[in-house]
C-alpha cells in the first residue's frame, strides 16, 4: 500500500546547489511567506552527488534535507539522472546515445545517454539506491520522481541488438517479421535477425519528408522502432523504481511527462507510475482548449485518478520565439485550470532563477532580484495563500465524463509516417479539433487509451484512427452495438497494429459500422478548398462549411447522408454520414472542416444522448466538476480578458476560495476563478 498525499503540493523545483548554502535559509522563509509546502530535488545534481566514480557527496543534501524537515516542508525527491557526471561519459563513452545520423554525442546538454546502455543503468539504479537508503526514513520524503523528461531517441550497436531481442519475443520467427513488415516490397527480405538494423536518417528514415517531420521508407518497421524505444524508457525507470523500492516500498514513484510529447507512448509508460504527473508549458497562443485536452489526457494516463501538475512557469518561458509575459491573472487562471482537470498540485520549475546557462531567462518563483515583491510575487503569495485554505476533500474528488476521445500513440507514429496521402495530416491538431467542440460547450471529456474499456460512455470519438487493431475494432463495434455513439474521421480504420492495409475496401476496420465505401482519398493542396453542405431531411447539420487537407470519395452502404460535397467532380457525394448499427449509431465526417460542423455535429450528438453541460455560461468561459464522497467542486474559469456573468443553480452553495455562501448571478472578472462546492447524494 502507498503513502497517500495528504496535502495540496504547492512549490517547485529547488536546487540550493547552485546557490552559496547562506543562501537557503533565505529560501525558507521566502517559501514560508508564499506558502510553499513541496519543493521537488536534486533533479540535475547528479555530478554534484558523484564526484568520481567511487565517490559519493551527500553531505550538502543532507544539510538541506534536514532544512527542510525542521521547517515541514514536503520533499518530492528526483533522482538526478537525466544527466550524468562529465567523468562518467569520459570513462563510459558508449553510454553516450547515438543519433539518427549515426553520430555518437559528446558529452553535454541533458538526457544525453543510451537508455539501454547497461553502463547507464547500473549507475542509475546505483545511485538511486544510495539515495533511497540514504533518505528512507525522512518523514517528509512523499513521492519519488524518476530522472527528467525522458525522451532522446538512441540508434547505438547495444540498442540494435536489443531491438532484435525485443523483435523475437513479439513476432516469433523471422517469417512472422517479414510478414508484419512487408519486407516482400523493395527486396527488403530478413534472412537472419542480424539482418535488422534500427530505422534511422541512414538506414530508412526520411529526414524532414514532411516539413520538419521524418518519414520512413517503412513505416511498420518505424513504429516498431518507436515501440521499442517506449519499452526502453520504461525498463530503464523500472530499473532504478527496483533500487528505490528496495528501502521505500510505500513512498509512490512518478516521473515527468510533457503531454502530447510524441516520442514516447505515455499510456505505456504510465503503467508503472504510482502518480502520474506532467510539465505544462503552453506557449501564450495556445488556446485554453489545448491545454485543457493535455490535462485530460494526463488524467487519461492516470487511468482517471487525480494527478500532479510537476511544472509550469510563474511567467514567461526562454525557449519559444518570442517568450511572452503571462499576463496578469494568467498564472492562476492556468494553475486553477489543472485543478480543475483532476491535478492535486501546483508546482513550478523552478524555485530561484538560475544565474547562467539556457534557465537564466525562464521565469522562477524568486526572480534575479531576489525578493517577492513584484507582480509575480504578489500572485504568487494570493496563490499560495489560497490554496493553503482549499478542503483537502478535493484531493480525493474525480472527474466524470460520458464522452470518451480515444488517443493512440503508435496510431500517430504511423498516421504521421505515413507516405501519403498528405504532409498536411496532423493527428494531435484533427483531435484536438473534436476535443474543442465538447469542451467549448463544456461536456466533460476522458482521453482514454486504445485499451481502455468503453463500457460505461455515451459517446466515443476516434478522430483519424489510421492503425486499428481487430481486437479494437471489435470493442468499438460492440460499444455500437450496444447502443453507444461512435464518431470517426478520414483516414481511419485503414490499416492493422503494422500497419498492413485491410483489404475489401476502405475504412476496412469500420466498413460495415459505418455502412460506407470509401473508394478513393483526395488530398487537397493548401489553396484548394471545398465546401461541406448539410443534407436535405436532416436535422442535425445545417448550413455550408470550408473543409480542405482531405475529401473522402463515399458510396453509402445503408448509412443516412447527412452532408454533401459542395464542389469538384465529388459536389453532391457524402460528406458527412450516420448509420444505425445495433442499438447505436456511427458517424463519419470525411473530410478536414472548419470548427463550425465539429461544434453543431457534436452538439447535436450530444443532445441526442442528452449530454448537457456543467453549467450554462457565456463563451470564454471553462466549467469542470470534480465529484467527492458526498460534495461536487465546479470550477469556474474566465478565460476572457473582460467580465463575465452567469448565474448559479438553484441549490446551497459553498464558494471554496472564500469558504462563504453563494447564490444566484454571478460576475467574474476577466480572468478570475469561481471554485464552489455543492453537497451532493452519492
Ligand atoms: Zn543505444
Redesign the pocket.
Known sequence: MKKEITEFLYGGDYNPDQWPEDVWENDIALMKELNVNTVTLPVFSWANLQPAEDQFNFGWLDKVMDLLLANQINVIMATPTAAQPAWMSRKYPEML??DAQGRRHKHGARTNF????PDYRRFSGQIAAKMAERYQSYPNLILWHISNEYGTY???????Q?FREWLQKRYGSIENLNHAWYTNFWGHTLYDWEDVVPPSHISSLIPNAFGNRDGATNQSVAVDYNRFMSDSFLSCMENEMAQIRKFTPDIPITTNLMGTFKPIDYFRLSEALDYVSWDNYPSIHDPASLIAFKHDLTRGLAKGKPFLLMEQTPNQQNWQPYNTLKRPGVMRLWSYQAVAHGANSVLFFQWRQSLGACEKYHAAMVPHAGHLNTRIGRELKELGDELATLDNGLLQATNRAKVAILFDWPNWWAAEYSSGPSKDINYVRIVHNYYRAFYKQNIPVDVVSAQADLVGYDIVVAPMLYMTSADLAARIKQFVTDGGVFVTTYFSGIANENDLVITGGYPGAFRDLLGIWVEETDALSPEMRNAVVAADGQNVLSGSYDCGIICDVIHTEGAKVLATFGQDFYAGQPAVTENQYGQGRAYYVATDSEEALLDELMGSICKLVQQEPVLAVPEGVEVTRRYADGAAFTFVLNHNATETTFSLPDGEHTDALRQAPISGDITLKGRDVLIFCTQIKG
Not at 543510451?114 to 546502455?117: K, R
Not at 538512441?154 to 540494435?160: E, K, L, N, S, W
Request: charged share 15%; with cysteine.
Open positions: 546515445p547515438v543510451c537508455v539501454n546502455s538512441c540508434y547505438c550497436d547495444h540498442c540494435a536489443k
